[in-house]
């Protein structure tokens, strides 16, 4: 290895646990004959696949298709639904059962924010972490959620719900969108 140039020696020494570095790719030719014959005559084992995992998936099943994901042990269909209402001015969580029917509802106002403090992500945040506590109280533990609106408490809300010890299995988008409809409000100049 002494006539190796510097780069090359120092790619090549020995790293802490006495074991060799891999030799690069694209060595120089007077570094090709430096490797220990054993190392070149055993041929690397092939990688094995990953063992799929048929119980999860990264998207949530389609709507009117069985599917045989489970969480809980309980069904697509089946599981609680967490409505959470993102105005500009306040947010409302509303969590209800897979038949809607209403489990726990609470807002930023019932939290003690008053006037101005209810628009914050930081009440929204309180709301997301208070209604999972009450919604830990009634046995939950796996939900759906559903947003509407564009408020600043949007994601801190979310993220509250998981603080407060639900595990989310989908977020849904559900704020309207006009299609060229009512005259929009005037934008707010700063």
Request: charged share 20%; with cysteine.
């Amino acid at each position: 290895m002494a006539a190796l140039s510097g780069v090359w020696q120092r790619l090549l020494r020995p790293v802490a646990g006495g074991a060799r570095a891999a030799r690069p790719l694209l060595a120089p030719a007077g570094a090709r004959g430096t490797a220990d014959s054993a190392e070149e005559a055993a041929p690397a084992p092939a990688p094995q696949p990953a063992p799929r995992n048929t119980d999860t998936s990264s998207a949530p099943p389609v709507p009117g298709q069985e599917s045989h994901l489970r969480w809980n042990g309980k069904k697509y269909e089946d599981i609680p639904i967490i409505y959470i209402l993102a105005a500009y001015n306040n947010t409302h969580i509303c969590i209800t059962d897979a038949k809607n029917k209403r489990l726990v509802q609470t807002t930023c106002g019932t939290e003690g924010f008053k006037n101005a403090k209810k628009k914050t992500p930081i009440a929204a945040h309180t709301v997301g972490i208070s209604a999972a506590a009450k919604a830990c109280t009634k046995g939950l533990s796996h939900v759906r959620v559903v947003v509407k609106g564009l408020g600043p408490g949007r994601w801190a809300a979310i993220q509250g719900l998981t603080m407060g010890g639900l595990e989310i299995i989908s977020i849904t988008d559900n704020t309207p969108i006009p299609h060229n409809g009512c005259r929009p409000r005037k934008a707010r100049r700063i």
